[in-house]
């Protein structure tokens, strides 16, 4: 069964769509944290359909606000009409972003969500130039793969936007690696003013950044790089940008935002993934005065539809009533200081906050990045009844991203199967 769709897939969807593992799952059911394929093995899911089901499967509360709403009839409207769970959406996450004056706009996706950002900047500030991190990914629309500072993930050239990208986010190969924090910043600041005034004309748009790179292999810098960056940007009248689609709702452990390590408020954030633990929700929150500039009449056809809204809702709620961002601190201590301790001579790394862990696997005694290692670890922990993912900018980091809702006894199993097929690498 599962042979004959995968040959039906790759005969009708595009060669480009990733398929994780030599024989790919098909999923058809899920509970908790678990999920269970086409071919009856269940699996500890420690990637959580890209850190989206961010509070694991068939969760009472949401999916009974989902079905409140399908009971009503109504499905969609568009924004052309009021509704009303869009509105206290939004006025939760504007209060939540900590951003003066904020208002926030709904839409289907990251992807869409990073676009609508760029649109603003640019039309705030007149300008078409944009500064990226390198190693970033923002989505596969036209505008945000023109910001994608990782060219596995950048099909093409072809841009809307003038691109400058920055050091900083991805410190384990980076030139200043060696230097301490305050140096480490230091130089990558060094190198923001030196590519403004060598790469630019001066009016840049924004800096967008995500806290922590998430298809980079959850790569991070040191706490206060991006407040010592927008020193900076305000200095020249330029926006900053957090992409918080995969760091915000407390999945660092932290706090609410990725950005708020840094101790610095952006004048935009995106978000998406966790926030509708499934449902297609995304959106940009920012100063009001930023949101407003985009003159011409516009609406969104499903971005901020009703039942996304009203799960939205209720996955904030879950968060909050279950202290989900306390256990992500716990969870994730849990795993990383495990990973750590397995002293794999495969591993060059092990980094992030929360459940945002990235396990750089390395050819051992060097720093040469071992894509036959992932491979291999993806199908060791497949077997053993583990799914993770992969990413970086070789495809040699090993992704782990469970449900904020994952128990400690669970954390202790995955890790248990993580340390035994490290172990089994050859």
Not at 306 to 334: E, F, K, T, W
Request: hydrophobic letters at 40%.
């Amino acid at each position: 069964m599962t042979d004959d769709l995968l040959k039906r897939h790759r005969a009708v969807l595009p060669s480009w769509m990733s398929l994780l593992y030599d024989e790919p799952l098909e999923i058809v059911r899920a509970q908790d944290r678990r999920v269970t394929d086409a071919e009856g093995r269940t699996y500890l899911d420690f990637f959580a359909g890209v850190l989206t089901n961010s509070m694991g499967y068939d969760v009472a509360e949401i999916s009974d606000a989902v079905r409140k709403q399908l009971d009503t009839g109504v499905l969609h409207t568009s924004t052309l009409y009021l509704i009303r769970s869009q509105v206290e959406l939004a006025e939760k996450i504007a209060r939540r972003s900590g951003i003066p004056d904020a208002k926030v706009f709904f839409t289907n996706s990251g992807s869409e969500a990073n676009d609508t950002a760029l649109m603003l900047a640019t039309q705030y500030r007149r300008s078409n130039q944009v500064l990226a991190m390198r190693n970033s990914y923002h989505g596969r629309s036209f505008g945000t793969v023109a910001i994608t500072g990782n060219r596995g993930w950048s099909a093409s050239s072809l841009s809307p936007i003038k691109v400058s990208y920055v050091h900083g986010g991805y410190r384990y190969r980076s030139p200043f690696r060696e230097l301490s924090d305050t140096a480490y910043i230091d130089a990558c600041v060094a190198d923001l003013v030196e590519t403004l005034d060598i790469a630019t004309a001066g009016d840049v748009a924004c800096l967008i950044a995500e806290p922590i790179q998430g298809v980079g292999g959850f790569s991070l810098p040191p706490d206060g790089l991006f407040k010592a960056m927008k020193e900076v940007l305000d200095a020249h009248g330029i926006l900053f940008v957090s992409d918080e689609v995969q760091t915000g709702w407390g999945r660092t452990g932290e706090h609410f935002w990725g950005i708020e390590a840094h101790d610095v408020v952006p004048d935009m954030m995106t978000f998406a993934k966790g926030l509708g633990n499934g449902l297609t929700v995304g959106g940009v929150v920012a100063r009001g005065d930023v949101l407003d500039c985009f003159q011409a009449e516009s609406f969104s056809t499903f971005g901020g539809n009703p039942v996304s809204m009203q799960g939205a809702l209720a996955v904030l709620d879950y968060i909050d009533n279950h202290d989900l961002q306390a256990n992500c601190a716990a969870r994730g201590a849990q795993l990383i200081d495990g990973l750590r301790a397995a002293n794999s001579p495969h591993v060059g790394e092990v980094r992030g906050k929360g459940l945002m862990i990235g396990v750089e696997l390395v050819e051992p005694g060097t720093r040469t990045p071992d894509v036959r290692a992932a491979k291999q670890m993806l199908e060791e922990t497949k077997k053993r009844g583990l799914l993770i993912g992969k990413g970086g900018l070789y495809k040699n980091v090993l992704r782990i991203g469970p449900p904020m809702t994952l128990t400690e006894a669970e954390a202790a199993e995955g890790l248990a199967i993580l340390t035994d097929s490290l172990a089994a690498l050859k």
